[in-house]
């Protein structure tokens, strides 16, 4: 099993910043790709970020995160950050980490989550 833990939410004004961390333990051996995602309020988790275990990033398509959101990964430690700047209004939201590891020789996958952390923004 996997054990994840989110620290870093809170509230902050619009056009601050934030890092979000993602502490992951257990069978961390077995994870291949780590990420973010987030649930706005009255809405359905959507994607924001993924790196790989060899520091390939993804970002969700949309213009909402891009140039604002920067996902890094520290592998000694098995931890990934989400660092957001310029955060606006709409990035409020509950951000959850995500870790898929692979769970036999067929690559079958499983994902873990955190249990979330409160980001809210607002003056």
């Known amino acids: 099993q996997v054990q994840l833990v989110e620290s870093g939410g809170g509230l902050v004004q619009p056009g601050g910043s934030l890092r979000l961390s993602c502490a992951a333990s257990?069978?961390?051996?077995?994870?291949?790709?780590m990420g973010w995602y987030r649930q706005p309020p009255g809405k359905q988790r959507e994607f924001v970020a993924t790196?790989?275990?060899?520091?390939?990033?993804?970002?969700a398509d949309s213009d909402s995160v891009k140039g604002r959101f920067t996902i890094s990964r520290d592998n000694a430690k098995n931890t990934v950050y989400l660092q957001m700047n310029s955060l606006k209004p709409e990035d409020t939201a509950v951000y959850y980490c995500?870790?898929?590891?692979?769970?036999?020789?067929?690559?079958?996958?499983?994902?873990?989550w955190g249990q979330g952390t409160q980001v809210t923004v607002s003056s």
């Open positions: 790196i790989t275990n060899g520091g390939r990033t993804n970002y």
């Open positions: 995500n870790a898929v590891a692979v769970v036999n020789v067929a690559g079958a996958t499983v994902h873990h």
């Open positions: 257990g069978r961390v051996h077995n994870i291949n790709l």
